[in-house]
């Protein structure tokens, strides 16, 4: 049994597992006498000891010889199969935006997809001279009035005013308050601000008459608001939910970031006579005034216990100002007489929902406020009464984009719906009360996407702008 025994390891050594039985026993035999043979005088080794030498060195120029085959096996298979190539977008998307209109065109696509390059903090020499070049608006004249424009009947969209302005869905919007130009800057989620100088000619060869497209990246997330100021419009304001407060400035064409707050910022607002003094509202509730002449926060307020969505002061009283908040309140404060803790505000609002907006009426004589729950609900109130108000249900509207804007009189407001489309609600107060009904909607074949951010020229009466989760831009005129 002993001897077997060493047999058997000393051919798993030398890997002769598949030798026959009787050969086994020939080996079993034979093992004795090889076992007590003497050594070799030349290398000291007995012919049991150089036989597994032997087999050894065998078995090891095996191995290595299967190894090289399986290598060259590997590689051969490596480079014969071809490589899976990955497509350019994925399936159901657009094709990349081409970097010039001859190949714009050449891919078979609308120039209103073409963008320029977004990455400088030096603005255009043509941009700014538009904008700074604008005639200024009359002292007395704070925004046009037109009480007869029946915008129902009057607006159109034409093919030439539906312009991708910038890459991603658009959170903010505002047509710059330019009196004989129209100029629209619009703010992404990815922190780019696009402006369409709809008035600029074009200098490409196949240029369509729709204007002049700018692209910047003042910030590093989304554009939560983009604000400025009648008496300077070349002084544009904005603020992301990172908290950055960025200015572009159209007089040194340059922009930077003039405050760095703790916390997102999603609303903002310029004092009505101080084009420099910023009210923004962040995600905690707080209303803070900051005064860029001296670089630092003058006073933060606990305003409320959510997200400020909407901050106005109203057109007539520098010293009050309307907010909205997602704690389902809206205020009017007197910002002379509050404190910094637990303010108190001059009217409080409290709706079902998160409110979303509350903005006068160009007159100053009303204040509209949405809000949504099931859904969406305006409720307009007349300043001179508060209990004289109404409470007009939307339905078909997007949730976290609804809040209305009034147009150019304080009887027309507007609001985008899931239809593609925007309906114009008509305000009608009087001695017995106040109501509100759906007057008109405006639709187009050319707009065909839900418009959820909306903006009215303050000074060009029948010029709407409406912007969509695309990233494009339509511009509603007069016919």
């Excluded at 009480?147 to 093919?159: I, M, T």
């Excluded at 707009?447 to 969509?468: D, E, F, I, R």
Aim: glycine share 6%; aromatic share 8%.
């Amino acid at each position: 049994m002993v001897k077997w025994r060493i047999d058997a390891a000393a051919d798993v050594e030398r890997g002769n597992l598949g030798c026959s039985v009787g050969s086994r026993h020939s080996q079993i035999q034979k093992l004795p006498s090889r076992m007590a043979s003497i050594a070799d005088p030349e290398d000291g080794l007995t012919d049991y000891e150089r036989l597994r030498q032997e087999n050894i060195r065998r078995n090891e120029a095996m191995l290595a010889s299967v190894r090289r085959k399986a290598d060259e096996l590997s590689a051969a298979i490596r480079f014969a199969k071809p490589k899976r190539a990955r497509p350019m977008n994925p399936p159901g998307k657009k094709p990349d935006i081409p970097a010039s209109s001859i190949v714009l065109r050449s891919a078979g696509l609308s120039p209103a997809y073409l963008l320029p390059e977004p990455y400088s903090t030096h603005l255009s020499s043509s941009l700014a001279s538009s904008i700074v070049g604008a005639a200024k608006p009359p002292p007395a004249e704070a925004k046009t009035r037109a009480d007869d424009f029946d915008a129902g009947k009057e607006l159109v969209l034409k093919p030439a005013h539906v312009r991708r302005v910038v890459t991603s869905s658009i959170l903010s919007m505002r047509v710059l308050p330019l009196v004989d130009r129209t100029v629209v800057a619009a703010g992404d989620k990815l922190g780019n601000i696009g402006f369409w100088d709809v008035d600029g000619v074009s200098e490409d060869l196949y240029g369509d008459g729709a204007g002049v497209l700018f692209r910047y990246l003042p910030h590093k997330s989304p554009v939560a608001a983009i604000v400025a100021h009648q008496a300077a419009p070349q002084k544009i304001y904005s603020c992301s939910y990172q908290g950055e407060i960025c200015l572009m400035d159209f007089e040194k064409e340059s922009f930077n970031m003039v405050h760095l707050w703790e916390s997102p910022v999603h609303s903002l607002c310029q004092a009505p006579n101080h084009v420099r003094c910023l009210y923004f509202g962040d995600e905690n509730g707080d209303l803070t005034l900051f005064d860029e002449r001296v670089g630092k926060v003058s006073t933060t307020w606990d305003a409320h216990d959510a997200r400020i969505n909407s901050i106005e002061f109203h057109p007539g009283n520098a010293h009050m100002l309307a907010t909205s908040s997602r704690d389902r309140t809206a205020c009017i404060w007197d910002v002379r007489s509050m404190k910094t803790k637990e303010p108190d505000s001059f009217k409080v609002f409290k709706l079902d929902g998160p409110t979303q907006s509350a903005y006068f009426s160009p007159s100053g004589c009303m204040l509209a406020i949405t809000s949504y729950s099931i859904h969406g609900t305006v409720r307009v109130f007349s300043m001179d009464d508060f209990e004289k108000s109404h409470e007009h249900n939307q339905t078909g509207t997007w949730p976290s984009a609804f809040r209305v804007i009034w147009g150019w009189n304080d009887t027309d407001l507007y609001v985008g719906k899931m239809s593609n489309s925007v309906d114009i609600i008509s305000v009608d107060v009087n001695d017995s009360g106040l109501s509100a009904r759906n007057n008109a909607c405006l639709w187009s074949e050319y707009m065909t996407s839900v418009p959820c951010q909306l903006s009215a020229h303050p000074y060009k009466v029948g010029h709407l702008a409406c912007a969509n989760s695309c990233g494009k831009v339509f511009l509603w005129t007069s016919a």
